[in-house]
């Protein structure tokens, strides 16, 4: 079975709030410097899910992504963590597209690729975390779609899916093709082998341009950003002291009741 | 296109979830605005009735698609009577709850009716002149952006529970409940439910808890945890954890808050024994009040909490349990 993940590359979530830095001005998030970036936390779970899937059956990952020249390091990163072969499509304006936008050239992509029986992609990603690009690709190709998945497995000819409801866990059967997006609970990521890392620097990496796959560019975007800003929590924390733990705890609940939180 | 708005009211287990309640009180003084009725649609089995406390809370029109076929939910079926309700009434403003279902739902409708969507938003409203915005948070909390939409209608949007205030209900006030024909074949849902496989308790879920009690490493074992649960049920809270408790094995994934766990958005956050990692922080730090327990005056925690006791949590947290319990006994 074919199976393609797709990966996006973000600026690394792990920075400390003094290194995150926007421009109001340009509503861009200004890439810290000397922070490389990385593949987005759920679809590196992603690819995890995809390889569990080959080590248990015979199956061939590709890994997709859309972004500037840059992004080509997520695809190594998942080359080095054992997917099959790599597409890149170059597009140095990905971060301007929305949700909408973004869905419509992978979908392209995916098209281009063709012949998969299931599409795999994170939960969410780690910069925008809007997650609706998963479901919008399932949309536009008119294949079913399970969302936030803690297991992915085959049982005969169909998908058996673990997708993650509020109060625990559905067993969802689905036939394929299909897409799924995966969540943290899947477990962890495997770690690029020094083999693995090797083997990775000598696959080729499909690289496309949007005209390649015939994805047109929406004009009109769905949504406007009016404003991007960090927020300030204006807050000074009442460190509540007291010559004894008895007399601390009750002046805290004291404290909790007179401000109507408790 | 109308200027109505309509929110999608989850059900849960024969309830209608708060945070549709939520959203009706802040889409009533839109519709207000524009000049145009709320509605509001319920699905599943069964669950007429529920309309009633729909219009207490503002709605004027209840759709009540009440079928065999949505009685557990299926984003096919959910999606097909959303879309298609929306298309034949054309509302200005579509809003659902980002709980687990409304953002597995919420960008299917979006694709099938063509529209934007802004999800996971901890503020809507109206501008001045009329124009829907929303506010979301991004980079798990670390910069937020005020969106707004283009021509493209209706503007959707997925709101966060509890980040928005109810108001109370109008007891005498009755919404016109109109039923919608489901007129879904079995192919038009291609995902089965084969099993449900519960794991959480009674307590309200993580993401929607008004008052979480959260332990970290610092509560030493999987035992100590029981003090969290004392103070937690003297609250009414639901219990979390930081993922160093969750690695240590000393409480299941499902309790994990943070950037990979759950984002949560509480009224009270209680933080015991976390030193709060911004990864931690990712998850909670839109919560309204932050309490911390730690022995550590330097933890960053207390950066972002309200309120913080520096002391050992064993010694504390039993105390404030028993103080709490005296305070609501007063009433
Ligand atoms: C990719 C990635 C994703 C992550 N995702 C998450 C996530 O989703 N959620 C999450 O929580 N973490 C996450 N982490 C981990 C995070 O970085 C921290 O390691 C973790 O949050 C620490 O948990 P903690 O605060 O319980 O433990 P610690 O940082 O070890 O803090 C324990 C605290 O307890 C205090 N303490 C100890 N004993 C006592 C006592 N007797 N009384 C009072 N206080 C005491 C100490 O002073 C200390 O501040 C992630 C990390 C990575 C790299």
Redesign the interface.
């Known amino acids: 079975m074919n199976i393609i993940v797709c990966i996006k590359q973000v600026p690394d979530p792990e920075i400390p709030p003094v290194k995150f830095q926007i421009d109001p001005e340009g509503k861009k998030v200004i890439p810290p410097d000397g922070v490389t970036p990385v593949i987005s936390v759920f679809d590196e779970r992603a690819v995890e899910a995809a390889l569990k899937l080959k080590d248990k059956y015979k199956a061939k990952v590709t890994a997709l992504t859309l972004g500037p020249d840059s992004a080509k390091a997520v695809i190594r990163h998942a080359l080095a963590m054992g997917v099959d072969a790599g597409v890149h499509i170059q597009y140095e304006a990905a971060g301007e597209l929305d949700s909408f936008g973004t869905a419509h050239v992978l979908m392209k992509a995916i098209e281009k690729i063709g012949d998969y029986s299931l599409v795999l992609c994170g939960r969410q990603a780690a910069d925008w975390d809007a997650g609706q690009v998963g479901l919008l690709i399932a949309e536009n190709l008119g294949i079913p779609v399970v969302t936030v998945a803690k297991k992915v497995d085959l049982q005969d000819d169909k998908l058996r899916v673990e997708s993650v409801i509020q109060d625990g866990y559905h067993v969802m059967e689905v036939s394929m093709p299909a897409l799924v997006t995966v969540s943290s609970e899947i477990g962890l990521s495997r770690l690029p082998t020094g083999i693995g890392i090797v083997k990775a620097a000598r696959v080729k990496i499909e690289n496309l341009s949007v005209e390649d796959i015939g994805a047109d560019i929406p004009e009109a975007r769905c949504t406007e950003l009016i404003k991007l800003y960090v927020p300030v929590r204006d807050i000074q924390c009442q460190i509540i002291e007291a010559d004894t733990v008895q007399e601390s705890a009750e002046e805290l609940a004291v404290r909790l009741r007179e401000a109507k939180i408790i | 296109m109308g200027n109505s708005v309509l929110v999608f009211a989850e059900v ?1 287990d024969g309830r209608v979830k708060k945070v549709a309640l939520e959203m009706l009180s802040e889409g009533k003084k839109m519709a207000e605005k524009l000049g145009g009725d709320l509605s509001a649609v319920l699905m599943g089995s069964g669950i007429e009735s529920l309309a009633e406390q729909l219009g207490q809370y503002g709605a004027d029109k209840v759709y009540v698609a009440d079928n065999e076929v949505l009685k557990d939910y299926t ?2 079926a959910y999606a097909k009577v959303m879309a298609d309700l929306i298309k034949a009434n054309e509302p200005a403003i579509v809003l659902y709850g980002a ?3 409304g ?2 739902l919420s ?2 409708v ?3 009716v063509e ?6 938003c901890t503020d809507i409203g109206l501008d001045d002149d009329g124009k829907f ?1 929303a506010t ?17 209608k209706p503007n959707m949007a997925s709101v966060r529970p509890n980040a928005l205030p109810v108001s109370p209900p109008d007891e005498s006030k009755k919404a016109e409940v109109v039923k919608v024909d489901v007129n879904i074949s079995p192919d038009d849902i ?11 308790g009674e307590k309200p ?1 993580l ?2 808890a008004e ?1 979480i009690v959260s332990g970290g490493r610092g509560m030493k074992g999987p035992e100590n945890f029981k003090l969290i649960e004392d103070l937690a049920d003297v ?1 009414g809270a639901t219990v979390g954890a930081s993922r160093a408790a969750v690695d240590a094995g000393w409480r299941t ?1 499902d309790d994990q808050v943070g ?3 759950k984002v949560v958005s509480p ?2 956050y209680i933080a015991c024994g976390i030193s709060g990692a ?2 931690h922080l ?1 998850g909670m ?1 839109t919560s309204k ?1 932050i ?2 327990v730690n022995k550590d ?1 330097e933890a960053p925690i ?11 949590l064993l ?2 947290v039993p ?2 349990t028993e ?2 319990k ?3 006994a007063e009433g």
């Not at chain 2, 529209?115 to 996971?120: E, H, P, R």
């Not at chain 2, 948070?137 to 493209?152: I, Q, R």
Request: with cysteine; glycine share 4%; aromatic share 6%.
């Open positions: 849960k984003c096919d709980t687990i279902l953002k597995d960008p299917r979006a694709a099938r529209t934007g969507l802004a999800s996971d915005t979301r948070p991004m980079f798990a909390g670390k910069a937020y952006v005020d969106l707004s939409f283009t021509d493209s291609r995902t089965t439910v084969k099993e449900v496989m519960k794991t959480a879920d993401t929607e008052v609250l994934v950037q990979t766990g009224n009270l911004i990864q990712a730090s009040y309490v911390a005056s207390f950066q972002k909490a309200d309120y913080g006791i520096v002391d050992d010694k504390v105390v404030l103080e709490i005296k305070l609501k």
